[in-house]
């Protein structure tokens, strides 16, 4: 195993907000074309990104192991340009076999698909971070109806990965209550919605802290919780990435902005090294 293979990446949690993030130049887009330029520079390139979306889901854990993946154009009603964007990274077989043995040896039965694609929620981020599609993709899915504290397990099992040059993501939205994006006035630009900005930072205090347990019992500790989430699927990866974090360290906040006042685009890195990344970033 050479050198840069070791390598320890901080996991990270990725709100990617609509599809538009591909071609828009947002603060959260543009967040993102610097991400991958910076996490090179200071941890070293990648060998492989683990990433788990909300847009593939199972009933069971499936870590999909296709030699080459191509972007999935899951949605409808955009612009002809993102129907021919075109991702396609290598895939990462060997890999996908490592996760599913990890997460069967912790209790979680995980499974091996020869599936390829990867949705929305994957490669609109990846393309703007690593636009060469040269960096190898593994995604394994989300079990949608298991709580933080089974998708914190997941994390848990597979944080060894991290220090072995393996950049996981958990993709997601920091909110997300798209009835309330398209059926509410929208708010001026630059003002945020006041219970969203209290929820960004009442989750900023969870993790800037370590507030771990508080951060895992969201749904029942933060207000307005259920407003931002009416289902949690897009908040749930954020545990996985937590969890491979590990409880030792408080996580940093690497980004944030607001999508019409409404919709936080927060991102968090993790684990020891996410200090660094912080700081790499300013």
Avoid: C
Avoid at 200 to 222: C, F, H, K, M, P
Avoid at 249 to 270: C, E, K, N, Q, W
């Amino acid at each position: 195993m050479s050198a840069m293979d070791t390598r320890s990446f901080p996991p990270l949690y990725l709100s990617h907000g609509s599809p538009m993030i591909a071609i828009e130049r947002s603060p959260a887009a543009l967040f993102l074309d610097r991400l991958g330029p910076v996490l090179e520079a200071t941890f070293g390139r990648p060998r492989a990104v683990l990433i788990v979306s909300p847009h593939s889901s199972t009933r069971a854990p499936l870590a999909l192991a296709a030699t080459r993946h191509e972007a999935v154009y899951d949605f409808g009603g955009f612009p002809d340009e993102l129907y021919h964007l075109r991702y396609d990274p290598p895939g990462a077989p060997a890999l996908a076999a490592d996760v599913a043995r990890r997460l069967t040896a912790a209790g979680i039965a995980t499974q091996v698909a020869d599936s390829a694609g990867i949705d929305h929620g994957i490669w609109t981020l990846l393309r703007r971070a690593w636009p060469g599609a040269d960096i190898p993709v593994m995604p394994l899915t989300l079990v949608p109806n298991w709580s933080p504290e089974q998708q914190w397990a997941v994390g848990t099992a597979l944080a060894d990965l991290a220090n072995d040059g393996v950049l996981i993501i958990g993709s997601g939205s920091t909110t997300h209550n798209l009835r309330r994006y398209f059926g509410e006035p929208r708010v001026p630009d630059a003002q945020v919605v006041p219970d969203v900005a209290a929820f960004q930072a009442w989750v900023d205090e969870r993790i800037s802290t370590a507030d771990w347990a508080g951060l895992r019992n969201y749904r029942s500790a933060e207000p307005s919780a259920v407003r931002q989430h009416p289902t949690d699927e897009h908040w749930l990866p954020i545990y996985i990435a937590a969890g491979a974090g590990g409880e030792a360290t408080p996580g940093s906040r690497i980004h944030t902005s607001v999508d019409g006042g409404m919709l936080a685009m927060d991102g968090y890195a993790f684990g020891p090294q996410a200090a660094k990344l912080a700081a790499a970033l300013q």
